[in-house]
């Protein structure tokens, strides 16, 4: 018996033994290819900062700074390279406004017809006014078929024709031959949402690479030294502590800026974050005064109304009652170009014609119209005027302003997606420092972006910036050392705002700042205009330093975060105006009143025989690299010029510059 | 035989938790077969809120749905499949759903 019960203690120990279990706790055991909760590796604290607010440090072979189409790109495009990617995002990737774009993609994928990209290239590069730099919008066209492609891959379900191959339809002023030949067909879509199928796709192919993904976490600021970043310094909402991300290298794809004005079509949370972290750390944004305007954006709302309600028979009218398209194109009345549209809209704004309390927009009259043929034509225009606008189409008019849409400035990069600056005539990159996506300026915009090219923009230049990253380095490299008190400032900035007592509450300070920009810096352009913007812009700057906050708690402070945002806001807002106050032409989507024509080296209206380059102090064919000195909202302007040629002359030659019409 | 329940006893321990988690899960479900306490709860459904200037009948709203299916999902005139519903958006030059602008 006390053998039996000796051999069975033993049995029993034998069985007990975890490797000997059944199949219920093997996963445990497994080694998972991606990490719970994701994050990973060692977390250490420190209070290197300050005793009052402990630090995170984390390390990382690359930091991803935002999560829309391109930030999202170029996390997994890092993490299938082999590196130990972090993407800090402050909202759930899938949130990202990039889901908002519902237009298409263009790409030269010649399904509907015989295309080439190269032709693709001449219309962006005309596009642009000729601002955008030309080996960038190569490499991007170049790119555009393989990048298309390889989302399809990926599983997107672009719209099919009959025979299976990818669908594409005209949009987007594309052309064939050079613009001698027509109408292309090269916008591919998916049903009505492209944008939000673009970055449903991307997060899902994102979850299959280790990327760690730390969401609701607001990046505070780059951590820089001796010119070279060296991470990012982030707040995390949730729990109110202070993470730093060290790694070699850092991409900022936080997206565009729409909320400085106060009427746009993005979401609240566009706030210029990755532009004004760089501004903070004294390199320059480029071409921020290039803002893509939109002439009928429903008032409060921001939601587009289409030009097809002025084609349909719609009319603008202000506070009398008055069709005024009739004073300022006599032929074209309501149907004219946008930016003539928008010009006059804000004349009879400026000229105490508007309508409304504040008399600060006009109307779309659209009930003059059978209202079945309204159904008939427009399906979907009441329920979209009665949800956004309170108003039954039928019966009353739409109001409508001037709206922002896109901005085409960010921050400089090179074709590869690399930070540069401009010293002593060149291009210099900065080290560790990428840039994509709205946030990014490599510029294949330039002037003016043509529609269905930035969500291309978006997938090309995240992959730029992975595959630059990882021609350049090699995963697991260590991390050169970072002084144990690095991201002080922003702490101590963080501190201030969380116990601000001043008088004037944040949301004043953003609706004033939002209405002087609708007011100075929207479509109407003038000198006088844009001085008297300036001045107020710099008063309304200095307003930040009397800001009440009212939250003083540190777990999901979101008075804080807001006045965070409105700081980036603000930075973004100054570079604008002065930007567009010293450019004295017109070109592309800055155009002003008066300084009407395109200036560059040559007249391109006349033969250039006999004609004397200008130099390049008194030509505006030019990008603008602006820096703030944050303490006081001073800014400062250099240029830098465009580049003319392609990556490859025999493969794709450059456009020479011409007059822009269509 | 002694043996043998020793060596059971043990297996069970280890595998009790198992078994015992698998055990009340079949409570669980049973109890909704047999229908003794599940019904007699409020139903899972929210009750509808007061109607207001917003909201229209739910089958209302579905037969005039603005932009239908195709049938099979292929666009009759240009022959696309899994494209837009609706007229098409590009008609007048910028990107049109629903009256409002998308893209231009």
Redesign the interface.
Known sequence: MAAVCAASRLLGRKIVSSKALPAVCQASNRKLHFSIYGKKGDAKVSDGISTQYPVVDHEFDAVVVGAGGAGLRAAFGLSEAGFNTACVTKLFPTRSHTVAAQGGINAALGNMEEDDWRWHFYDTVKGSDWLGDQDAIHYMTEQAPAAVVELENFGMPFSRTEEGRIYQRAFGGQSLKFGKGGQAHRCCCVADRTGHSLLHTLYGRSLRYDTSYFVEYFALDLLMEDGECKGVIALCMEDGSIHRFRAKNTVIATGGYGRTYFSCTSAHTSTGDGNAMVTRAGLPCQDLEFVQFHPTGIYGAGCLITEGCRGEGGILINSEGERFMERYAPNAKDLASRDVVSRSMTIEIREGRGVGPDKDHVYLQLHHLPPQQLAARLPGISETAMIFAGVDVTKEPIPVLPTVHYNMGGIPTNYKGQVITHENGEDMVVPGLYACGEAGCASVHGANRLGANSLLDLVVFGRACALTIADTNTPGEKLSPLKPNAGEASVANLDKIRFANGSTRTSEIRLNMQKTMQNHAAVFRTGDVLKEGCEKMDSVYKSLDDIKTFDRGIVWNTDLVETLELQNLMLNAVQTIVAAEARKESRGAHAREDFKDRVDEYDYSKPLQGQEKKPFEQHWRKHTMSYVDPKTGKVTLEYRPVIDNSLNAEECAAIPPAIRSY | M??LR??CT??FV??GL?LESTYTACQRTAGYASGGVAKDKAPLKKAKTPQGR?DTDEIESKSKD??ERFLDDVNPE???????????????????????????
Not at chain 2, 78 to 104: L, M, N, S, V
């Open positions: 002694s043996l020793v060596y043990t297996v280890k595998k198992f917003f603005v932009s240009t022959k696309e499949k899994g494209g837009p519903r609706g007229p098409e958006p590009t008609r007048y030059g910028d990107w049109e759903r629903k009256g409002r602008c998308i893209d231009f």
